[in-house]
């Protein structure tokens, strides 16, 4: 694991090149935009100022990191070197499997191919490439640099040794990985997705607001914040695609998503990301206050 490539700068590229950037890996973070890239190394920067600050880093080690990750806008020549691709893309298979073909086409032939894909099939991916024995998913959490867990999705194809190499290479990054097969939504979003929609339907019915339901939710399950509050930071426009990943994949009922939901993405009301969904978002502020559309 001593080259890594990186492809999409967004939140999750830039915490996945951070992660293997801080524990030791030369990391090429690459996307179309030189500006996202720019935006990246800025929030990298940031995240480690963080961690300065708690003292769990030193400036040394927060210029260490920085200095191992380079950036590419053309993604032949970012991978060409790489021992391992992380793919952190938009959550849309016909934008993956472009990115897979290209990527097959220009790593070397000892590359693993990774995917940090949410709910996408891993198998579905790896036939777009001539070796889907090396092509095995990543799904790491968000924030990366905090959160434990990696779920490592094997394909059809997965080779055991790409498994086991995956699972080691995610240990020495202080993670805990966490092997699953790879079905619609793979375990994560399988589970979480639907207690989701159904906090959506439930606000959606007139059960209870917006702060009743992340209320219960909070206090009654014990769970570190309600579940439109999650929405809005995993962002609205991904759980709907994750739903209807869920709903095409495994066909029933039950993962169809909440037409409240539906309405609120066809809106561009995105959560976090747009500044308004369940809640409002404001760059800088922690201040929690429910959209006036559901107060």
């Not at 609205?236 to 739903?243: E, G, K, M, P, T």
Request: glycine share 8%.
């Amino acid at each position: 694991m001593q080259r890594v490539s990186v492809i999409g700068a967004g939140t999750m590229g830039n915490g996945i090149a951070h992660v293997f950037a801080q524990w030791g890996s030369q990391v090429t973070l690459i996307d179309v935009s030189q500006s996202a890239l720019d935006r990246a190394l800025a929030t990298v920067a940031k995240n480690l100022d963080r961690m300065v600050a708690k003292g769990s880093v030193t400036e040394e080690d927060k210029a260490a990191t920085l200095g191992r990750i380079a950036t590419a806008t053309d993604l032949a020549t970012g991978v060409a070197a790489a021992d391992l691709v992380v793919e952190a893309a938009t959550e849309r298979l016909d934008l993956k499997l472009d990115i897979f073909r290209q990527i097959d086409a220009a790593a070397p032939a000892h590359c693993i191919l990774a995917s940090n894909t949410s709910s996408i099939s891993i198998t579905t991916i790896a036939a777009a490439t001539q070796r889907p024995a090396q092509v095995i998913g990543m799904h790491f959490m968000n924030p990366v640099p905090v959160m434990k867990l990696v779920e490592v999705i094997r394909g059809y194809s997965t080779s055991d040794e790409v498994c086991a190499q995956v699972m080691a290479w995610s240990q020495a990054l202080g993670k805990e990985p966490v092997e699953v097969n790879d079905y619609p939504g793979f375990v994560a979003n399988r589970i979480l997705m639907p207690m989701i929609n159904e906090a959506i339907i439930t606000l959606n019915e007139g059960v209870a607001d917006v702060s009743a339901i992340d209320a219960v939710m909070r206090m009654g399950m014990a769970h570190p914040m309600g579940p439109l509050q999650l929405a809005d930071f995993i962002g609205l426009d991904v759980c709907l695609s994750i739903l209807r990943v869920l709903h095409d994949g495994l066909g029933q009922a039950k993962y169809a998503p909440c037409p409240l939901l539906v309405n609120m993405v066809t809106a561009g009301k995105l959560g976090a990301k747009s500044g308004e969904g369940f809640y409002l978002h404001t760059p800088g502020s922690k201040e929690l206050k429910v959209s006036p559309r559901f107060a």
